[in-house]
C-alpha cells in the first residue's frame, strides 16, 4: 500500500468552472502520474511529475495543467471544465525501484454537467 | 515506442471453466510487462509483472502469465474462475521511461 489518497472522491461541476483535484501519497515516492479512464480508452496519461517541480505532459494533457510544490501533492486543474473532461481520474505513484510498478489510487469520478 | 493491445473488450466464461485474456506488446526496449484487475468502483491493483526474470509469471489469486518474446504477448490465465474473479482487467508495458502504457481493458464475467 503506497498510502495513496484522492480528493474529491466525487464531484458534479457545471461547464466553465475551475476544479482541482488532489493526490496525497505518504511515502515520498519520487514519480507521479495523473490518468484519465474512459469507457473504450483505457487508462491514457494526462501529466507526470518526477519529483517536485518538475513535471511533464502526457498523451491527453491538453485542458489539463499540474503542480507539485510537496513531494507528497500532485494537484490536477481543469482550468475550465468541459463536458469531455467527465471521466474518473486516477493518481499514480511509482516506488522508484526501477521495474516500472505504479500503485494506484482510488480515483475520483468527475461530472461536467 | 511502446504499446500494448488486448484482444476482446468482452470476455465471459462460465464457472470453473479456463481464463485467458490476451494481451499483445510493442517494444523497441526490452519490456516490462503488467496486468492490473479493477472491481468495480475501485482503483487498480496489481495482479503480476514481468521484469526480465522467469518468463512464467505467477501473480495474485491463481492467475499467471506467460512472457512469450517471439509472439510479443503476455496472456494472462487462471485455470478455474470463480465468480469473484469478475472484473477489468487491464495490460500494460513500460521499460522505456518511466511512464506505462496501458491496453484499452477487457472485462471479464463469469457466468454460474
Known amino acids: 500500500d503506497a498510502g495513496i489518497t484522492q480528493s474529491p472522491r466525487h464531484k458534479v461541476t457545471e461547464t466553465g468552472t475551475p476544479v482541482t483535484l488532489r493526490c496525497h501519497q505518504t511515502e515520498n515516492h519520487r514519480y507521479m502520474y495523473w490518468y484519465r479512464q474512459d469507457p473504450g480508452h483505457g487508462l491514457r496519461l494526462i501529466h507526470y511529475s518526477y519529483g517536485v517541480k518538475d513535471t511533464d505532459k502526457g498523451e491527453v494533457s491538453d485542458g489539463y495543467s499540474v503542480s507539485r510544490s510537496k513531494t507528497e501533492d500532485f494537484l490536477l486543474t481543469l482550468e475550465s471544465a468541459t463536458s469531455s473532461q467527465t471521466s474518473v481520474y486516477f493518481c499514480?505513484?511509482?516506488?522508484?525501484?526501477?521495474?516500472?510498478?505504479?500503485?494506484f489510487g482510488p480515483g475520483t469520478r468527475l461530472t461536467v454537467l | 515506442a511502446q504499446s500494448v493491445t488486448q484482444l476482446g473488450s468482452h470476455v465471459s466464461v462460465s464457472e470453473g471453466a479456463l481464463v485467458l485474456l490476451r494481451c499483445n506488446y510493442s517494444s523497441s526496449v526490452p519490456p516490462y510487462l503488467f496486468w492490473y484487475v479493477q472491481y468495480p468502483n475501485q482503483g487498480l491493483q496489481l495482479l503480476l509483472k514481468?521484469?526480465?526474470?522467469?518468463?512464467l509469471v505467477k501473480g495474485i489469486n491463481g492467475f499467471e502469465a506467460e512472457f512469450k518474446k517471439s509472439e510479443t504477448s503476455f496472456h494472462l490465465t487462471k485455470p478455474s474462475a470463480h465468480m469473484s474473479d469478475a472484473a477489468e482487467y487491464f495490460c500494460?508495458?513500460?521499460?522505456?521511461?518511466?511512464?506505462?502504457?496501458f491496453g484499452t481493458g477487457t472485462l471479464l464475467a463469469v457466468q454460474p
Open positions: 499514480a505513484v511509482d516506488e522508484g525501484k526501477g521495474d516500472n510498478e505504479q500503485f
Open positions: 514481468y521484469t526480465s526474470a522467469a518468463t
Open positions: 500494460a508495458v513500460g521499460g522505456a521511461t518511466n511512464k506505462l502504457i
